[in-house]
């Protein structure tokens, strides 16, 4: 395994290196060292010279293989890292791969269930109907409702070259952040260990079982999205198997218009959807690209959305929902102040901060935005110019909110592909008032204490030890505080000593040298070794001091 290392790593070097992507090291003097050892060590040219670094390094991520494609489209979602251009190159990143034979995925399928397909399916069909780099879909029936099911399959073999894979991305950002420890843009290792959830959380299809189940319970009763149907007793870590669904992908516009499709209906109800898996239900679908969703065929003029494919999913806390809610507020009222005040309230920012300097980076970046009608602006655009100014602030951006900024980006898309003239903001405003007010109701405040009333009630008769605990803390914090401020202080008048005692020093030394050059040919060398020897020993003194 060590020389497949060695070997592995030496063709992701050279595919870099081919497709010239050494460019994306930034031109400072301390990124020296890397720049020529790249012109000494590496005579590999860049044979893609003519073409925008963007398309690149969608190339690259290409020929590496299927789990550097994933790598791409992850970072496809972070435009607060690259350019637009390179977000758009990576975007177009396609993940079909040669599906595994059948028959040996029929096999493959059998071990991981532990009983044979002919138990329980029958009209296994051997060739997919969806095949990625990670897991290939096929279709059967079950026995026991004669219902139409999909099996997804994680391919075999697949976990091994990832982890080795992982392995080698690791190295390589440690390798690379030792030359970019000042840029915020190469904190490589943060983006790997973000990769490393992503794609082994989709690799364990026990999680994305228990997502689906989640997700239909939410929309249990709603006549506006379903979630098939999923069979947990036959699903395992390397199997998924759930009710087929018939529909009309998302995005083929032409076939939806042509079954007379409510369009305007359809556009808003993806909004609607969106802000009440986030805002009500804290469990949001993070995967919405249009490959995931589908339109029933049933009832156009009233449609119906049904999702899949439930690997990625977002959570938020109260605390981000009151981030998002105030902030979407303060900016469509163009209060960038009160972002800026509210970045540093919730801990988002230092709380040294200049907020007038941070107010203005906002208002820099996001008052054009403005000059566009209502109808026109975009949540997912605000969120990302609002994370990238952030950034320069020494912003840590919440692996969440980036979740959430690439969902809202989807969502949008497709809403106004549907829809050019859908209004976001009108869409979404009703649930962001729902939710401000439900915070302040009388009703929210009685479940609060409803809800955390056991816990009180349990840790009741330990009141009044954590009381008199408290107390003692308190006690012994404020005489730690005095004491600090005394030490503090006899120290500030230490140095204040010190220093007066070698101003006096700097002076006597001066002033031995102005007598020595005076009576140097006099021969009255005492006045200068007085004022010398008074000058050392003020410095011994003012050196004591500081000691």
């Not at 494609?69 to 496809?76: D, E, P």
């Not at 009983?115 to 279709?139: G, M, R």
């Amino acid at each position: 395994m060590f020389f497949y290392d060695i070997y592995r790593f030496y063709l992701i070097i050279r595919t870099l290196l081919i497709y010239g992507l050494d460019d994306f090291i930034p031109k400072e003097q301390y990124t020296l060292s890397l720049r020529l050892g790249r012109k000494f060590f590496f005579w590999i040219r860049n044979r893609f010279q003519d073409h925008p670094l963007g398309e690149r390094l969608r190339l690259a991520l290409q020929e590496l293989g299927p789990m550097w494609i994933k790598l791409g489209q992850m970072l496809s979602t972070r435009p607060d890292l690259f350019s637009s251009m390179v977000i758009h190159h990576l975007s177009m990143l396609q993940d079909r791969v040669k599906p595994l034979d059948g028959n040996i995925a029929k096999e493959y399928i059998e071990r991981y269930i532990g009983k044979p397909l002919t138990n329980w399916i029958y009209d296994f069909q051997t060739t997919p109907i969806a095949s990625a780099s990670i897991a290939q879909v096929h279709t059967a029936k079950l026995k026991k409702n004669g219902k139409e099911i999909v099996i997804k399959l994680i391919r075999p073999d697949i976990l091994p070259l990832i982890k080795a894979d992982l392995s080698l991305l690791f190295s390589l950002a440690k390798f690379t952040s030792y030359f970019f420890k000042k840029s915020s843009f190469f904190n490589l290792k943060k983006i790997v260990v973000e990769y490393e959830k992503t794609i082994l959380g989709e690799l364990n299809l026990l999680r994305e079982t228990a997502n689906a189940l989640k997700l239909r319970r939410n929309f249990r009763k709603s006549k506006i999205l379903y979630i098939p149907e999923v069979y947990s007793d036959y699903c395992s870590e390397n199997v998924m198997v759930m009710e087929r669904i018939y529909g009309i992908p998302i995005n083929n516009i032409q076939k939806l218009k042509k079954q007379r499709t409510n369009m305007k209906l359809l556009a808003e109800r993806g909004v609607q959807i969106f802000f009440t898996q986030v805002f009500r239900d804290n469990f949001f679908h993070g995967d919405m690209h249009p490959g995931n969703i589908f339109v029933s065929l049933n009832h156009p003029e009233d449609p119906v959305y049904i999702g899949i494919d439930f690997g990625i999913v977002g959570t938020l806390s109260k605390k981000d929902k009151r981030y998002l809610i105030e902030n979407f507020s303060a900016f469509f009222k163009q209060d960038y102040y009160k972002v800026a005040q509210l970045h540093i309230d919730s801990g988002w920012v230092p709380l040294n901060t200049n907020i007038i300097d941070f107010e203005s980076a906002i208002r820099t970046v996001c008052e054009p935005i403005f000059d566009k009608p209502l109808s026109e602006i975009s949540f997912g655009r605000i969120l990302s110019n609002l994370f990238h100014t952030a950034r320069q602030f020494n912003m840590e951006i919440q692996p969440q909110f980036i979740l959430l900024q690439k969902t809202l980006l989807y969502v949008e898309g497709i809403g106004r592909q549907l829809y050019p003239q859908l209004d976001l903001w009108k869409t979404a405003k009703p649930f962001i008032e729902k939710w401000g007010k439900d915070q302040i109701k009388m009703t929210s405040v009685l479940r609060l204490i409803k809800d955390n009333s056991s816990i009180w009630i349990e840790r009741l008769p330990e009141f009044p030890e954590m009381l008199f605990r408290n107390l003692e803390k308190n006690t012994l914090l404020q005489e730690s505080i005095a004491l600090f401020l005394i030490e503090n202080r006899n120290k500030h008048v230490k140095n204040s000593q010190a220093f007066f005692l070698f101003s006096i020093g700097a002076m006597f030394l001066l002033c031995g040298i102005l007598f020595l050059k005076k009576d140097c040919l006099e021969e009255k060398l005492y006045f200068p070794i007085i004022f010398i020897g008074g000058a050392i020993g003020s410095w011994i003194r003012g050196w004591n001091k500081l000691k």
